[in-house]
Nanobody, 122 residues
Framework: QVQLVESGGGLVQAGGSLRLSCAAS????????MGWFRQAPGKEREFLAA????????YYANSVKGRFTISRDNAKNTVYLQMNSLKPEDTAVYYC???????????????WGQGTQVTVSS
């Protein structure tokens, strides 16, 4: 099993940046692909970015491509989401998740963190 804990959320002005972190427990972190998702009030959870176990393959949703960057440090059991040029519509609860395959599909992810709130003011 993998336990995930997100951090780094908060309140930021439009145009600003935040870096989210997701710390994983267990010695098998490096065998999992990792993803970031978000859910805004009244909306379904949406895929943002994914990274393969090695970090060599990444996928992004069109809505964040060029603004968000996913990365991982297997030595620290941590995955990151660097978010730049933030917009009010980026306001949501952000989740990290672990999967046995690098995927954009939510149901492929077996383990989830509790989420961290990101609020972007205009």
């Amino acid at each position: 099993q993998v336990q995930l804990v997100e951090s780094g959320g908060g309140l930021v002005q439009a145009g600003g940046s935040l870096r989210l972190s997701c710390a994983a427990s267990g010695r098998t972190f490096s065998t999992y692909a990792m993803g970031w998702f978000r859910q805004a009030p009244g909306k379904e959870r949406e895929f943002l970015a994914a990274v393969s176990w090695s970090g060599g393959v990444t996928y992004y949703a069109n809505s964040v491509k060029g603004r968000f960057t996913i990365s991982r440090d297997n030595a620290k059991n941590t995955v990151y989401l660097q978010m730049n040029s933030l917009k009010p519509e980026d306001t949501a609860v952000y989740y990290c998740a672990a999967s046995r395959s690098t995927s954009i599909i939510e149901t492929m992810y077996a383990y989830w963190g509790q989420g961290t709130q990101v609020t972007v003011s205009s």
